[in-house]
């Protein structure tokens, strides 16, 4: 166990690595951040911010030295960073499972030999691939690049009507590795966040419906609304694929609810979630928290929730010719956290809010009017 009075390491200096260090302060200790652009959002709270690229070992042997525990707060982390580091202190979740998770073709891999239901899906390398690949999944289908893609970056919607050559198509990946996965018609998207300590202590958060416009998590309501069976079989898919993993910490993991009731999982995210954002005001214990203890192997806090809820992204649209109406908000009765980036471009995400009311209905019929306002 790490004691509260000790300091944690976070590789990344986004706005998960800030609000992370903002659980990990109060519950007692400090936080440095290791990120290669300066005055990013996490160093703007941190006790040090080491910037410095990914593969400079000088500056990660350095930041082993001022930490007693590494974690990593997104997936375009190098694992050779986090190899170098775990020879120097402990570092969770461990690199296997960023490893696995940052790369579509092994994640969807994973899922595959462990029998973890997902779309069908091929490896892409050629035009040629990808014309054998539709013709066997069918379309439409999504093209997505192997490495290094979130919010919809770095995939393609094959419409079944479409009249492009798979030439064409595939000039636009410019010879990436990629997958083929074949479209799955679904109900409603869903997230589940499960947490898992050191010592083996197990704990989920309440799922999560997910909205998403532009490919962009747009909202989150909680309690989602699906069946009480359905939330249970999400809970229970979670925890057996963040077991598998062998995590230590925090993972999101993404699902549709197909047509039928059916689940699929979508993608992994072995750090806080954008969608779990709603445990900072509805819940017991935050997702950050959470993960701060599990990393720490302090026990588990409880994730009951306090009342439903609707979480709303921020997005740098909100500035674009006029400056946030924030007080309306406040107003309001929303809770709203901003993570201090200093350029607020369209589709960035800025900060959210979280409204809380009586019924999750009520929450989200709020938060929409909300969200006009800005």
């Known amino acids: 166990m790490i004691a509260p009075g000790g300091t944690i390491g976070i590789l990344g200096g986004g706005q998960l690595g800030r609000m992370t260090g903002q659980a990990a302060r109060e519950l007692g200790y400090g936080f440095i951040v290791f990120e290669p652009s ?27 030295k001022l930490v007693d525990v590494v974690t990593y707060e997104f997936e375009n982390v190098n ?15 461990n690199p296997n499972v960023l490893h696995i998770c940052q790369n579509r073709e092994r994640e969807k891999t994973f899922l595959r030999e462990n029998g973890f239901p997902h779309a069908p899906f091929a490896v892409i390398e050629s035009a040629n691939d990808l014309e054998t690949a539709l013709q066997a999944i069918g379309r439409p289908a999504v093209l997505k690049t192997a490495n290094f893609g979130y919010d919809g970056k770095g995939q393609l919607k094959i419409e ?4 492009e050559s798979t030439a064409e198509i595939w000039k636009r990946f410019d010879g990436q590795r990629a997958i083929l996965e074949g479209w799955v018609n679904f109900d409603l998207e869903i997230s589940v966040i499960v947490a898992i300590s050191s010592a083996g202590e197990v704990s989920t958060f309440p799922v999560a419906e997910n909205i998403h416009t532009n490919h962009i998590l747009d909202f989150s309501i909680v309690p989602a609304r699906i069946d009480k069976s359905l939330a249970e079989e999400a809970v229970e898919l979670a925890v057996a694929i963040a077991r598998k993993l062998e995590v230590i910490g925090l993972i999101g993991v993404e699902l549709f609810v197909s047509e039928g009731g059916k689940l699929v999982v979508n993608e992994m995210a072995p750090r806080p979630h954008n969608s779990g954002h709603y445990t900072m005001d509805a819940c017991l214990t935050s997702q950050f928290e959470q993960f701060t203890r599990a990393v720490c192997g302090l026990p588990l806090g409880s994730t009951a929730l306090r009342s439903p809820v609707t979480m709303v992204n921020i997005l740098g649209d909100a ?6 109406d924030f007080s309306r908000l406040l107003k309001q009765g929303a809770k709203l956290h901003l993570y201090g ?34």
């Not at 694992?79 to 775990?86: G, Y």
């Not at 079944?160 to 009249?163: G, K, L, M, Y």
């Not at 500035?319 to 946030?324: D, E, I, L, R, S």
């Open 38 to 64: 300066s005055n990013c959002p996490a160093g703007q709270v941190a006790d040090l911010e080491i910037n410095a690229a990914y593969d400079d070992e000088s500056a990660l042997a350095r930041f082993a």
């Open 79 to 93: 694992v050779e960073a986090l190899n170098f580091l775990k020879e120097r202190v402990s570092i969770f979740p």
């Open 160 to 163: 079944a009507e479409s009249t």
């Open 319 to 324: 500035w674009q010719g006029k400056a946030p």
């Open 341 to 374: 980036k200093a350029e607020p471009r369209v589709g960035r995400k800025m900060g959210h809010f979280n409204v809380l009311a009586e019924t999750n209905e009520e929450a989200f019929t709020i938060a929409k009017s909300l969200k006009a306002v800005l």
